[in-house]
């Protein structure tokens, strides 16, 4: 079974930085995209930033150049570094992975979340 546990989350100051992560175990293959996403209360899911199996990676204009994505395939971890922090970055972070149910290239995918970790500025 697949599980995602994530850590890093807090309090921080606007300007301040903050990184997360998230360890998946339990897939038979080899993880497609990693990818973070955010939920503020009261608004919707949205997606915070997306890195591939080779590395390229998208982000929410409103992240771009304060946030970064990259991830350890041997570790099957993905990493947020979040600098230059606003009070709207508030919210929870979850983390999803995209993983092949099988081994041929026709195998369905499937997306796993992790628990989510709240990440907090304010002064």
């Known amino acids: 079974q697949v599980q995602l546990v994530e850590s890093g989350g807090g309090l921080v100051q606007p300007g301040g930085s903050l990184s997360l992560s998230c360890a998946a175990s339990g897939n038979s293959f080899s993880i497609n995209a990693m990818g973070w996403y955010r939920q503020a209360p009261g608004k919707e899911r949205e997606l915070v930033a997306v890195?591939?199996?080779?590395?390229?990676?998208i982000y929410a204009d409103s992240v771009k150049g304060r946030f970064s994505i990259s991830r350890d395939n041997a570790k099957n971890t993905v990493y947020l570094q979040m600098k230059s922090l606003k009070v709207e970055d508030t919210a929870v972070y979850y983390c999803?992975?995209?993983?092949?149910?099988?081994?041929?290239?026709?195998?369905?995918?499937?997306?796993?979340w992790g628990q989510g970790t709240q990440v907090t500025v304010s002064s």
């Open positions: 890195i591939t199996s080779g590395g390229s990676s």
């Open positions: 999803s992975i995209n993983v092949p149910t099988g081994p041929y290239t026709w195998s369905s995918n499937q997306d796993y």
